[in-house]
């Protein structure tokens, strides 16, 4: 009889491990065909994941391209450059590289183009100059009004927002850029710095960090905002008188610099055969590349001679 029981416990045993292999034989035979999935999936996966981490290198660089773009139009006074904007600006361009395409060659129309975008960049770069001064200008006038708004009681966020209700001109467009992003959350401090960059702004960014200063740490900044405001009056003044004791030297540098390029185009639109039959000459395409490079030179030393004056 015992040995029945031991003979009816070893088969329940045997039973038992039997059940289990099998159970673990089913078990191991789902992880293959599931990891046999996972891999095709992946297979079919990996072009598209090639192709969204090159299109993820590729969109960073068009994105910086675009605001580039955009902050450069914003610098000149244009919020909201339309197809319409890019349009008008383009279109004179092809047309007269089409016209000295024609008439001209190939080397008329490179010369053409290239004489259009340097107008272009020279336009927007004297109406951002414009711009800047003006913003300057109206600084210290935003300035002692937001050190009464403080004086009285005023945090400087609550003082800064009431105080854009008063200001206009091209101060007001950044002003009311860095108040949008107060709104949705970004510190004072962080949005004028921001708008300082954009727009090239130091006397802001100046302004950005004595409110950040004072935000962390204390102490009475409408003391020093009234100094700097005081300070940039003074150094306007200074720069007033500057520049009209220097306009002579900056204009003879400006006319020395513009007019040997300026005459140097005006040929190579008009009359490219004197450069063509220059260039294929060795002599004659020495002397071209030096005089590129002397022109060069020439216009960065008149240009830092302009600006230290």
Do not use: C
Not at 33 to 49: G, H, K, L
Not at 109 to 116: E, I, Q
């Amino acid at each position: 009889m015992r040995i029945a029981l031991w003979l009816l416990a070893a088969a329940l045993l045997l039973i038992g491990a039997a059940l289990w292999l099998w159970q673990r034989a089913h078990q191991r035979a789902q992880q293959d065909v599931s990891a046999a999935f996972v891999d095709r999936q992946i297979e079919r996966m990996q072009p598209v994941q090639l192709a969204s981490k090159t299109e993820t290198e590729t969109t960073p660089q068009l994105q910086l391209q675009i605001e580039a773009l955009r902050h450069f139009f914003l610098r000149a006074g244009i919020e909201h450059p339309s197809g319409k904007l890019y349009f008008q600006l383009l279109a004179p361009g092809v047309a007269l590289t089409l016209l000295a395409l024609i008439f001209g060659g190939w080397f008329s129309a490179l010369g053409t183009l290239f004489l259009y975008v340097m107008l272009l960049v020279f336009y927007f770069w004297l109406k951002s100059s414009k711009l800047q001064r003006v913003r300057v200008r109206q600084l210290p006038g935003f300035l002692d009004t937001l050190v009464r708004l403080v004086t009285i009681g005023n945090s400087i966020g609550a003082a800064f927002q009431t105080d854009i209700a008063s200001s206009d001109g091209p101060l007001r467009v950044v002003l009311d850029r860095a108040n949008r992003q107060v709104q949705a959350g970004v510190d004072l401090e962080h949005a004028l710095r921001q708008q300082a960059a954009i727009f090239r702004f130091k006397e802001l960014d100046l302004v950005a960090a004595v409110i950040g200063v004072s935000a962390r740490f204390g102490g009475r900044s409408d003391l020093v905002l009234e100094r700097m405001a005081a300070f940039m009056r003074d150094l306007e003044h200074a720069q007033n008188e500057l520049v009209a004791l220097s306009a002579e030297i900056r204009l003879s540098a400006w006319i020395m610099g513009i007019l040997p390029a300026a005459i140097g185009m005006f040929l190579i639109i008009f009359n490219n055969n004197m450069f063509m039959n220059m260039w294929h000459d060795p002599i004659g395409k020495k002397m071209l590349i030096g005089a590129v490079v002397l022109e060069l030179l020439g216009g960065f030393g008149l240009f830092r001679l302009a600006k230290t004056v």
